[in-house]
């Protein structure tokens, strides 16, 4: 159970990518009408998902990073080495 708490976030954007997913591939083999209003909720959903994965969040989550080495002398980050001499 830790396990699907901890990756909660993801598991949800998943699963509203794979319902896109289904409800394209509906439409598009079944000959199915699509409304207009479902395609714009998915759009944004889909936006919504992927604006959060691959865009500010991911900046953000470098700058808490980034901060967080701040106080430690000669830390190490994943986007480089910061050595911090203390005074």
Do not use: R
Not at 1 to 18: P, Y
Not at 45 to 53: D, E, I, M
Not at 56 to 76: H, V
Request: proline share 2%; glycine share 6%; with cysteine.
């Amino acid at each position: 159970m830790k396990w699907a708490a901890d990756n909660l976030k993801g598991l949800m954007a998943i699963f509203v990518l794979a319902c896109s997913f289904g409800y394209f591939f509906v439409i598009t083999f079944f000959e199915k009408k699509a409304d207009p209003q479902v395609i714009i909720a998915i759009v944004s959903a889909n936006s919504t998902v992927l604006g959060y994965y691959f865009g500010s969040s991911q900046g953000s989550n470098k700058k808490d990073e980034l901060l967080a080495t701040m106080n430690t002398p000669n830390a190490t980050t994943t986007t480089g080495d910061i050595n911090l001499e203390s005074k």
